[in-house]
């Protein structure tokens, strides 16, 4: 039966809902979004090993051309690729006398500080020490130990992902008044989905969280919905959650159109404002995939899609940093009730 239930998915990917529902008609999940269940799966993806990585930005972001600056936990980092095409990091002060390296030039794979002309070339210099960078075709990242304070491993934790040649990829940033984990407890409530996006999602099931069954294999959220696209036509598939380590939250379609596609959210401490309130960016990476022929098509109007992915995930953003924001408004005054 789900194999036919498979196979006709594969042909036909678009579904005629029988009827639509009013928004305040859909079937109430506040008492399937346990907060103890919440709770529980972010306290599982806290208790998992980061080695101390931190994503930074898109892969793409980070040229030849100019440094690119990030401040990860309260340190300044700075960013810039060699003429290979060599992820480089670093603190971002010149060791001379501060200056902020972000502002400086790349010239010929080396960073030259603009104020005095001190050059780097990714190896320690002048007591500039080089952090450990990686760059996973998607995303950057750093690792900074002194921030993190756990085990340091050479890799960060790197979700599977589909193939590059035949996946496309978009990645979207925004910054939040909140901390990593409000933005992780977010994407582990996929209850609110149908409720708090209606222009996106319907019909949306959270199946038996954490139930050990062949779906999730005892971990995240097996969640049945259907994209919507106008009117009664959706698209229907079958997504899991799940957290691999402490700032990432991985939504996988394992079944249905686009199966293999991944959503990835990464949250990233960036260190307080005016205020002293923390913000963490919240870098989400779409990379979708397809077997369907038409996709080549897609994959080669990449340049133009990509800007219409960013803005599809930054009008859901724009409510779940609300989300994010009000969590951690209520955890910082002792309100939150869950």
């Known amino acids: 039966m789900k194999r036919e239930r498979r196979s006709a998915r594969s042909r036909i990917p678009l579904r005629l809902r029988p009827a639509s529902v009013p928004w305040e008609k859909q079937r109430p999940t506040w008492q399937d979004a346990r907060p103890a269940v919440i709770a529980e799966a972010l306290a599982r993806a806290r208790a998992r090993p980061s080695g101390n990585w931190y994503v930074i930005g898109a892969s793409r972001a980070v040229t030849a051309d100019r440094p690119f600056g990030r401040t990860v936990a309260g340190h300044e980092v700075v960013a810039w690729r060699d ?45 500039w020490e080089p952090l450990p960078a990686h760059d996973d075709g998607v995303l950057a990242w750093v690792r900074l130990d002194a921030a993190g304070g756990g085990t340091p491993l050479d890799r960060p934790v790197v979700p599977p992902r589909p193939a590059a040649a035949r996946a496309l990829d978009a990645v979207y940033e925004a910054t939040g008044v909140c901390e990593p984990e409000d933005v992780v407890a977010n994407r582990l409530d996929p209850w609110h989905g149908a409720w708090f996006h209606p222009y996106s999602f319907v019909d949306l099931t959270v199946l038996d ?24 036509v959706v698209v229907p598939v079958r997504a899991l959650f799940t957290a691999p380590e402490p700032r990432t939250v991985v939504m996988r379609i394992v079944e249905g159109e686009g199966e293999g596609s991944v959503v990835e959210t990464h949250a990233t401490p960036l260190g307080p404002d005016g205020a002293a309130r923390p913000r963490t960016l919240v870098t989400e990476a779409v990379v979708a995939a397809s077997d369907r022929r038409g996709f080549a098509v897609a994959r080669a ?38």
């Open 83 to 127: 003429d290979s095409g060599r992820l480089h990091a670093g603190p971002g002060a010149c060791p001379h006398l501060g200056a902020p390296l972000r502002d400086s030039r790349v010239r010929c794979g080396t960073l030259v500080c603009h104020w005095h002309g001190l050059a780097l070339d990714g190896q320690p210099f002048a007591g």
């Open 209 to 232: 969280p954490c139930g050990g069954d062949d779906i999730t294999g005892g971990e995240g959220f097996a969640v049945d919905v259907s994209f919507k696209l106008a009117g009664r």
């Open 301 to 338: 109007a990449a340049p133009l899609l990509r800007p219409l992915m960013r803005a599809s995930a930054g009008r859901l953003w724009r409510d779940d940093l609300a989300y994010a924001e009000r969590r951690y408004e209520l955890r910082s005054t002792g309100r939150f009730p869950g």
